[in-house]
């Protein structure tokens, strides 16, 4: 039977003619009107005054934690559930990270925790110059709990909202409370360049800083002139012709992904042992990966519903194992640990995407209920 993937891409007509518009008239670099028009209109989407396109949500977080100038020594605090993205810049700026639990309702990084991680760090020698908190699956943290700890510790907020384009927060989109934010338009995700990602902030400075670092620190002369290294991570303007023509419909994707999840709850809601990552009160999830949590004394191993849905030719997926799981992190410290590991354990994501038909999601279902039984 046909292949049903994680989230696949959901590309039509507009983005095949803004591609084909934008290669005619010759604009294929990381320079030109629809790189700015991108731009502009991603920051009018998410209510923010500045961004600066890049090559992925990983160069966008980079980026931001290379402004604070980090060093050996420094710390920056970041969930442990997270994707390995959200986390890896830490150490690529020559900081440690230290890592807190996530709170069984959002799934984010539990706000309880954030002063014993400030005390973990100094008890370590370390001085924390942020805290990097993460919009899992498509849902807000509690930014301003975060940012309220924070502030009496005199450090940014950066957030990494890679998987939450379209979510809000109290009336608020994926982006707000925060000094910057980076998302990220993986073709996994609900908006996709193919690969890319934005870097958006009512800063406007630390916006032309970014874009300058990201431009190889280029100086404005004739010849190459660079008084700084910078990176090599504008992204290119075919990319960003295909982001700009997924904006238009963001909002259709968002509702098709919880229309998605409605229908998983109205076909398995009732089977015993089995939940769903829940919605977090004043925020609107975008599901955008839909997760359950299987029970195993009533419901199985999640790995022995991957494997049968697997085996019908559907993709699904753990939920990402915590960092502090993880053998590039070993050694490092953690806050708590045992909310994430359990839903490591018991979790798993299922198929998604905004182009799946309501047979799609009835396949899937129909696997899941023959399992279960």
């Given amino acids: 039977m046909t292949r049903i993937p994680l989230s696949a891409p959901d590309l039509g007509a507009a983005e095949r003619d803004l591609l084909i518009e934008t290669f005619d008239a010759g604009w294929v670099s990381s320079v030109g009107p629809v790189v700015e028009r991108f731009e502009r209109t991603f920051a009018e989407t998410v209510g923010l005054a500045h961004a600066t396109a890049v090559s992925s949500g990983t160069a966008a977080l980079h980026l931001a934690l290379v402004m604070l100038g980090l060093k050996p020594g420094d710390a920056v605090i970041a969930p442990t559930l997270t994707f390995i993205g959200g986390v890896s810049p830490i150490v690529q700026t020559g900081a440690t990270p230290i890592f807190v639990d996530v709170d069984p309702v959002s799934w984010n990084l539990d706000p309880a925790l954030l002063d014993q991680a400030f005390e973990v760090a100094a008890r370590d020698g370390l001085t924390v110059r942020a805290v990097v908190p993460a919009d899992l699956y498509g849902q807000c943290c509690d930014i301003d709990a975060i940012h309220a700890v924070a502030d009496r510790h005199g450090v940014p907020v950066i957030l990494d909202a890679a998987e939450a384009v379209g979510a809000s927060r109290n009336g608020r989109a994926a982006g707000h409370g925060a000094s910057c934010a980076a998302y990220s338009f993986n ?7 193919g690969g890319g ?3 958006a902030s009512d800063d406007a400075a630390l916006i032309a800083r970014a874009r300058h670092l990201a431009t190889a620190a280029r100086l404005p002369a004739v010849h190459y002139e660079h008084a700084e290294a910078g990176f090599n991570y504008r992204l290119g303007s075919l990319a960003a012709a295909v982001g700009l023509a997924q904006l238009g419909s963001l909002e259709t994707k968002v509702e098709r992904r919880r229309d998605i999840f409605d229908r998983y709850v109205a076909r398995l809601g009732t089977i015993d042992g089995l939940s769903f990552a829940p919605e977090a009160p004043g925020c609107r999830h975008t599901r955008w990966l839909t997760v359950i949590r299987l029970d195993p004394a009533r419901a199985g191993a999640p790995e022995t519903l991957r494997l049968a849905l697997e085996a019908a030719n559907i993709e699904s997926r753990p939920i990402w194992k915590p960092m502090h799981l993880q053998p590039a992190f070993a050694g490092a410290a953690m806050v708590g640990g045992a909310v994430a590991e359990d839903l490591f354990a018991t979790g798993l994501c299922l198929p998604s995407g905004s182009a799946l038909t309501d047979d799609d999601i009835d396949r899937v ?9």
Avoid: H, S
Wanted: include cysteine.
């Fill in 187 to 193: 073709g996994n995700k609900i908006v996709t360049t």
């Fill in 197 to 199: 990602g934005m870097l």
């Fill in 365 to 373: 279902c129909d696997v899941i209920i023959a399992v279960m039984n």
